[in-house]
């Protein structure tokens, strides 16, 4: 059951993207949010979405691949907000480019902010959740923390780095006998501004690999996951499941599959601007705020009915039970007339 008090909730990455859509869901159930990113504009206009909506909202800027700045920032909020419920590792950087051309400087950072990022929110949250015996950190992964993908070695690298950590730290909670918590909630290709802001070394400019899923059922699957963190994993989309899947049935093929279709599936055929910025070093919404949408939600889907089902799967299963079990007595019933 989702909790019927307001909680404190940290969002990294707020400013823009599924951070952003992350912010406006907790808002419109009344929680109070911290918002954390590099981006001042954008946060700003976060956390006048928030209050807007009735909610306490507060913004945070802070580097998330500097440890001692998100330690403070975690202490800011508690003094703020009061202690803090849920933190959702939301922020990412990347790199769209082929691994040789991309410098260790940049492969650094791409890793410091997509891995290390959720690893120093993780710690910051749990030092406080922990002597409390309460609390959940939800990590948003991709599937491509199981399926590496062309073009985004440092990305793809950060994300399966992120998915054994959490599962290691999953363990030792259990292990502890806490009521804290750990999950993960692993999403699809999402219409996000990073396609226009993402540094690039690639000809054209990029776009999500496969199917597109607005940033809105993304947050709702996220907050699902806030409100049952029991569960190790979510996963939301169709393509996330289908991923998976295939590269578990059969990984050389689907390497072959990707490298035949992974360079222009990532790419539109507008030529990209050689001088176009990015935000890997510095942000872009500094003094713009770009929203949580990218430029394809003419493609994008608004919903997924997979995340649905996976969010319902218990009351589904006993469903398809009694369905069953009163197939099994018609059929009885019929043999009985013959």
Same mark, same amino acid.
């Given at each position: ?7 404190? *909730? ?11 859509? *992350?912010? =406006? ?19 700003? %206009? ?16 802070? &580097?998330? !691949? ?12 508690? =003094? ?12 990412? !950087?990347? *790199? ?5 051309? +991309? ?19 993780? =710690? ?19 599937? +491509?923390?199981?399926?590496? +993908? ?12 992120? /998915? @054994?950590?959490?599962?290691?730290? =999953? ?13 993960? *909630? /692993? ?5 996000? $501004? /990073? ?10 400019? @990029? ?14 699957? +996220? ?22 899947? %295939?590269? %578990?049935?059969? $990984?050389?093929l689907f390497d072959r599959y990707l490298a035949r279709n992974g360079y222009d599936?990532? /790419? ?6 050689? &001088?176009l910025p990015d935000n890997l070093w510095t942000p872009l919404d500094e003094h713009r705020d770009h929203g ?7 493609? !994008? ?17 006993? !469903? ?19």
């Amino acid at each position: 059951m989702a909790p019927t008090e307001p909680r404190t *909730v940290v969002v990294t990455g707020a400013s823009a993207g599924v951070g952003r859509a *992350v912010a =406006r869901a907790f808002a419109a159930r009344g929680d109070r949010l911290a918002l954390l990113a590099r981006g001042r504009a954008g946060l700003d %206009a976060a956390v006048q979405e928030a209050r807007d909506t009735g909610a306490r909202a507060m913004a945070v800027t802070v &580097d998330l !691949a500097d440890p001692d700045a998100v330690e403070r920032a975690a202490e800011s909020v508690e =003094r703020a907000l009061g202690p803090i419920d849920v933190w959702v590792n939301a922020a990412l !950087a990347s *790199v769209f480019a082929p691994f040789t051309e +991309i410098t260790p400087a940049d492969f650094r950072r791409v890793t410091e902010v997509t891995y290390l990022g959720y690893v120093y929110g993780t =710690r910051a949250a749990l030092r406080r959740m922990l002597p409390r015996d309460r609390g959940c950190v939800v990590q948003v992964g991709s599937a +491509i923390a199981y399926r590496g +993908i062309p073009l985004q070695s440092a990305y793809s690298g950060a994300k399966h780095a992120l /998915q @054994g950590w959490n599962e290691a730290v =999953r363990c030792e909670l259990l292990h502890q006998g806490t009521a804290v918590r750990c999950t993960m *909630v /692993q999403l699809p290709a999402v219409n996000t $501004p /990073q396609f226009d802001w993402v540094r690039s070394r690639l000809p054209w400019m @990029g776009r999500p690999l496969g199917s597109v899923y607005q940033p809105e059922p993304i947050a709702r699957a +996220i907050v699902h996951a806030a409100d049952h963190p029991g569960r190790r994993e979510y996963r939301v989309g169709a393509s996330t499941v289908v991923t998976l899947l %295939a590269n %578990a049935l059969a $990984p050389g093929l689907f390497d072959r599959y990707l490298a035949r279709n992974g360079y222009d599936g990532q /790419q539109t055929d507008a030529p990209r601007p050689p &001088d176009l910025p990015d935000n890997l070093w510095t942000p872009l919404d500094e003094h713009r705020d770009h929203g949580a949408h990218g430029r394809f939600d003419d493609e !994008a889907r608004a919903r997924s009915g997979q995340a649905w089902a996976d969010r319902h799967r218990a009351p589904l299963a006993a !469903a398809a039970l009694l369905l069953a079990a009163g197939a099994a007595v018609g059929a009885r019933g019929r043999r009985r007339c013959h």
